[in-house]
Structures are given as C-alpha cells and as structure tokens.
C-alpha cells in the first residue's frame, strides 16, 4: 500500500500487479470492472422494466379516457331527466297519462353525444315509471353507449291533472 492509502502496485514475474483490489476484498483474475454478459443482462432488465412501465401508461390513458366519457355520459344523463320528466308525459282518451319513449337525438351543447330514452311501468301509480336513458357517442371510432335507470315521476301539475281525472272516474 502507498502512505496515501491507496493501492500500491508491486512487481510480479516480470509485471506490475495492484497490491489490493478495489472489489470487496476478494481477488479477481483479471482486470477489475464488469463483464461483457454482467452488462447485457442488467440492459435486458432495464428494458423489460421499462417496456412493462409504458405498456401500464397506455392502460392507464385509456381507462382515463373511458372513466372521462362515462362521466360525461353520467352528466348528461343527469342533464336531460328533468326535460324528460316533464316532456315525455301525454295524456290520451284510451290509456290516460303516460309516458312515450323519446327516440334517438342529438344534445345541444355536448357534440358527439345522442341519446334516447324509454318508460317502463314500475307497477305503481300512472304518473311513475323506470326511465331508462341510453347516451351515444364515438370514441376512436367505435360506438359506444352508457345506459342509466331512473324512476320518475310527473311534474306537480301532471300529477294534479291526473288526481283530478281519477276523481272525476269514481262513482
């Protein structure tokens, strides 16, 4: 060893050789360092970790996206039950008041988005149904649709005329 403690060198049959190695204590036949095959397995791990880390933040962009285009869906969904509520309800001389389904159409203010909706009798009173709302829409070129349930009632002023016509009806 040298004053300074570092390696020393010191002269073996005919060639300078370190006094100590720098890997651990341990000697090694050769030069210090890493191998040729040390490297490329280490790269190959490197790789595969990254390769699998891009393949999670693709996952991850597309469940973002999808999670966004349900909520947009959940929104408007949300939006347009009040304007059904109070649209879709008729009055005619066979059936009295009910509710007629709302065919396929556009959404002012969310272009790209289309729904319709449908009624179904929940067994309760007239002026109650299941509105069952479909939202429409293109995502990378596939259709896709989110479905939401409700139950609804008439508007007060339905339901009043309906009382009213039930009244009139009894003996």
Known sequence: MTAGGGVGW??????????????????????????????????VILVTGMVSLLGLFAMALSLHRKSLDTTNSALIAR?????????????????????????????????????????????????????EVRIYWTARGRARSEVFRSVVLAEPEYRDLIRQEKEKRKP
């Not at 066979?94 to 203010?109: I, Q, T």
């Open 10 to 43: 010191k002269l073996e049959a005919g060639s300078w050789k370190p006094d100590e190695c720098r890997c651990g204590g341990k000697k090694r036949n050769g030069e210090g360092g890493f191998t040729l095959l040390e490297v490329m397995i280490a790269a």
């Open 79 to 131: 939006e347009i039950l009040p304007t059904l509520k109070r649209d879709a309800l008729r009055r005619d001389d066979k059936r009295g008041y009910h509710f007629v389904d709302v065919s396929e159409r556009d959404l002012a203010g969310h272009p790209g988005y289309r729904y319709s909706a449908t009624f179904l009798a929940t067994g309760g009173p007239p002026q109650e149904a299941m509105a």
